[in-house]
C-alpha cells in the first residue's frame, strides 16, 4: 500500500472521529445555552468541527489522487 494511501486513510478516519466528537459536543446542553446567548457555538466545539472538515477532505483528496 502506498504511503499517500495509508496516510489519506488514517486522515479520514481522523476526520470522522473529530465529526463524531464535534457533533456530540454540539449536542450537550451547556453548548446549547451557549450557542442560544452568544449565537456561536464555543472555540473548543469549532475546533473539533473545523478540524474534522479540514482532514476528511485531506483524508480524502489523498485516497483519490492518482
Avoid: C, W
Avoid at 449565537?39 to 474534522?52: I, K, N, P, Q, W
Amino acid at each position: 500500500m502506498n504511503s499517500n494511501r495509508l496516510l489519506g486513510l488514517v486522515l479520514l478516519a481522523a476526520g470522522i472521529v473529530l465529526g463524531y466528537y464535534g457533533y456530540n459536543a454540539t449536542e450537550s446542553p451547556l453548548e446549547q445555552v451557549s450557542k442560544e446567548l452568544t449565537g456561536h457555538f464555543s472555540d473548543e466545539t469549532m475546533a473539533y468541527l473545523v478540524g474534522a472538515g479540514v482532514s476528511a477532505a485531506a483524508g480524502l483528496f489523498l485516497l483519490l489522487k492518482r
